[in-house]
Every structure is written in C-alpha cells, then in structure tokens.
C-alpha cells in the first residue's frame, strides 16, 4: 500500500499539470478547514453593515465588501465549507448508488439488469442541470435538497461506467477461473470486478468533483440553493449581478473561487487517469 501511494506521488509529482490540480485541490480543502483562522471578518459573515457596504479592495478587505458591508474575502473563505460539503456528500450518494446498481447489472443478464438500465437511461435522457433544476425547484432552496438533486442526477454516471467496465471485465481470465472454481457472484463481484475497475471510478469520481461543485454553483446562482445570506459562491454572484460594473470585486472573488477549484478537480483527473489507466498513457504518449 505505502509503495503504491509512493509510486503515485511520484507521477504526480513529475506531471505539473496534474500537481497543480493537486495544489489547487489541497488550497480548497485546507481553506475550508482553517476558515475562521484564515478569514480577516469571521464575526460580520452574515451581517448587516451599512456604512461599509461596496468597499473596494484594501488592506482591511482584500476582496472588498458586498452588498451588506460583509468582508467578501471571509464569504468566500466560509463558502468552501459550503462547496466542498455540498460535492463531497452528493458524489458519496451517487457512487454508493450507482456503483452498487452498474456491478449488479453488468454481471447479471437478465430483465432485473435490463431494467436498472433503462432506468438510469432514462435519467440520463435529460440534460443533467435541467434535471436538478427541476428536483432543486420542487423541493425549495437549501443545502440539502442541493444535495439530493445532484445525486439524483450524478448516480447513472456511476451505473452506466460500472456496467460497461463490470461487462468488460467478465470475459477476464481471472474472472473466469473464480467462476469457475465455484464463487458465488456477490465474492466474484466484489473480491474480482470491483477492485479492478477502481481506477475507472477514482478517476470518474475526482473529475465529477469539479462538475458537481460547478452545477452547484449554478444552482446557487438560480436561487436554489442555500438561502441567504449563505456565503455560497453561486448565489454571491448572482447577488452582484446588479452592482455591476462598478463592484467588479464582488462578482469577481466568488467566479475565481469556482473556476480555480472546478480546474483543480479536472486537472488533478486527467492527471490519475494517465497515471492509472495504462491504455490513456500509452495512446498519449503515441
């Protein structure tokens, strides 16, 4: 294990493009953790100042003020926390559904399979954000229905990677001989499939991270997300919208905030999969 953590660090580390993503990511998660050390206004976050509201960027607030005289620099430091929970939490659900129904399906081939096929068919039918707007809008603005409407979305992904990689995989040889030598399918799928398709999903799962956090912020943008005065980078955009051009720094934190953290996720995922996936590589390096 400690040698394969060490042989990754070292690709990473060699691939800049992919330790920039890994930097990026690091950034995001230490800032959410260390907010109220890191943030310069932790106690006006959600408060009303008048005097001080549309300030430009100085030495006491690196980002400027918003609307209601809140330090944007410490909205945003507290609106990781918002990012980072909502992705981690909804990606969690969508693996922990998706991965589950594409091993069952994939291995099986019966109606049972057909059938959780066409029902993540169904779902992916549609264009994704239009779904989660439609699940975000029915159900009301908060985190948690955020959450749910991604993973509404999220989990067929999941399902339909599993099922092809899980079909791909039957016709192994080591596949075969445990069959063979009498496992029962839940040991074939678990102990056989799964641990060899896990570089699909770690890779599936690291880039799904940036759009997740990304349709998020879209959401919070549409006003479905966390209600005010949440610090959530999507609706402190939208908020801006009407101070525009004059409070640049208001709308332009949180966007840099999404496409710093949205590049990070995809970059660090291009970077696993070269890394993992030795057929990507060796077409590269073609």
Do not use: C
Not at 99 to 118: I, K
Not at 150 to 166: D, H, K, N
Not at 176 to 188: D, F, H, Q, T, Y
């Amino acid at each position: 294990m400690m040698e394969t953590a060490r042989f990754l660090l070292r690709k990473l580390a060699a691939d800049r493009t992919a330790a920039l993503g890994a930097l990026l990511i690091l950034l995001l998660i230490v800032v959410a953790i260390a907010a109220p050390v890191l943030s310069t206004h932790p106690q006006d976050v959600a408060e009303f100042n008048p005097p001080g509201r549309l300030q430009p960027p100085s030495a006491e607030h690196y980002f400027g003020t918003d609307r209601m005289g809140s330090d944007v620099y410490s909205r945003i430091l507290f609106g990781a926390r918002i990012t980072i929970t909502i992705a981690v939490i909804a990606i969690g659900v969508s693996v922990l559904i998706g991965v589950p129904v594409g091993l069952v399906a994939g291995y099986y081939r019966n109606w049972a399979s057909d059938a959780l096929m066409r029902i993540s068919d169904i779902f992916l039918a549609v264009p994704q954000i239009v779904l989660a707007i439609a699940i975000a809008q029915t159900l009301g603005p908060s985190i948690e229905n955020v959450i749910l409407a991604l993973s509404a979305t999220y989990w067929p992904f999941w399902a339909r990677l599993v099922y092809a990689e899980t079909r791909s995989a039957l016709n192994e040889t080591y596949v075969e001989a445990s069959i063979a030598l009498g496992a029962s399918p839940g040991r074939v799928m678990l102990f056989h499939v799964l641990p060899n398709i896990s570089s699909s999903l770690i890779v599936r799962t690291t880039i799904g991270m940036g759009g997740t956090i990304l349709t998020a912020a879209t959401l919070g943008f549409l006003g479905l997300g966390p209600p005010a005065p949440s610090p959530e980078w999507g609706r402190t955009i939208a908020e801006s919208r009407e101070f525009l051009p004059e409070a640049w720094w208001y709308a332009t934190a949180p966007g840099l905030a999404i496409f710093l953290v949205v590049m990070g996720f995809n970059l660090f995922g291009d970077g696993l999969r070269d890394i993992l996936d030795p057929r990507t590589r060796r077409s590269s390096d073609g």
